[in-house]
């Protein structure tokens, strides 16, 4: 059964003042499947394109926070107990800083996992053309 879900995108703004970013995960929740998964693709080399020297160490060290935080418990402190729901709504509030989440956009789909792979292939990973496989 199609189940309503909701998706952001999960960016690195290196500079924010310049306003440039990359995509580098997805973020997807399917309430009605109990699902909320984030899923990231971390390119060091096209982010260097954009800043040379932005700190990838601290970017990954906030990428995994995010992580724990979608996963909810002890790990991620405070926001570790809240319900999936409001984890979601938590992780993709607004911020200004270098890793922020896009505006939330929502689908329809029966399977949660393979929507979050859909989306990373079209939306984040740029190993192949989108739409299609390389060669």
Known sequence: MAELFEYALVRVVPRVERGECMNVGVLLWCQGAGYLELRCLLDGDRLAALDPFLDLGAVRTHLDALHKVCVGGPAAGAAGVMSPGERFRWLT??????????????????????????????????????GGTAG
Not at 108 to 120: F, G, K, R, Y
């Open 93 to 130: 509030a607004p911020r200004s800083t270098v890793v922020q989440t896009s505006p939330v956009h929502t689908g329809v789909t029966a399977d949660p996992a393979a929507e979050l792979d859909h989306l990373v292939d079209v939306l984040v990973d740029r190993q192949r053309p989108p």
